[in-house]
């Protein structure tokens, strides 16, 4: 099966760095994904980690760790328009995304 | 507007119709996927097709719930006898299917469906 656990909120100040942590447990683990949600609108991808180790794109970056099932979203400099819901999603190869509880980011000033 | 397109935004109907929500994938891509979101809840997987397959229907109910994709045309959910408990947010988000980028989902805006 596949579950992927969240914290379900997370409170952080304008122009700091926070990080979400992701941690999972599947069967035939392929890769680990992030997006992120704003209240009333659609999931938008972020990121997907392949590989051990740390992606970065902008200022998000993504880090994976097979060997400890665990992962993590970075957002640096936050701004206030990063308040929103993250997802970290993963699949076993060609199946299904499954998608983690979610965590609910609120900037602060 | 290449994105991934769902119709209607919004749908109200009342308890025993019929629910049908439209989805077309972006363009080149062979995958869809549909979501399930409760409000302040996360995203709980349905299905998953390829064209003129169902790959994993492990989370759609087995009963009152179908979905399809044909060769041509959009992908259809389809929810008989609505129940009030069906009111939710339905996304629909579509892939290459094709190695990494199979795990890189682009959404539709959803479809809101309101039962009465």
């Known amino acids: 099966g596949q579950s992927l656990e969240q914290p379900s909120e997370v409170t952080a100040v304008e122009g700091a760095i926070v990080q979400i942590n992701c941690t999972y447990q599947t069967s035939g683990f392929y890769g680990l994904s992030w997006y992120q949600q704003h209240d009333g609108g659609a999931p938008t991808f972020l990121s997907y980690?392949?590989?051990?180790g740390l992606e970065e794109t902008g200022r998000f970056s993504s880090f994976l760790s097979r060997s400890d099932s665990y992962g993590y979203l970075l957002l640096q400099e936050l701004q206030m328009k990063d308040s929103a819901s993250y997802f970290c999603g993963g699949s076993g190869g060609y199946q299904k995304v499954t998608f983690g509880t979610g965590t609910k980011l609120q900037v602060i000033p | 507007n290449a994105g991934v397109m769902q119709n209607p935004r919004h749908l109200v109907r009342r308890r025993g119709q019929e629910a049908r929500l439209r989805c077309s994938p972006m363009k080149g891509h062979s995958h869809v996927y549909w979501y399930r979101q409760l409000p302040e809840e996360g995203l709980k997987f349905m299905v998953y097709l390829q064209k003129e397959n169902i790959i994993d229907e492990s989370g759609m109910p087995k009963e009152r719930f179908s979905a399809e994709f044909p060769k041509e045309g959009p992908s259809i959910l389809r929810i008989q006898q609505v129940v009030r408990g069906d009111s939710a947010a339905y996304f629909c988000?579509?892939?290459?299917?094709?190695?990494?980028?199979?795990?890189?989902?682009?959404f539709g805006s959803g479809t809101q469906l309101s039962v009465l």
């Open positions: 980690n392949a590989l051990d």
């Open positions: 988000a579509s892939s290459s299917g094709q190695g990494a980028d199979n795990e890189k989902l682009f």
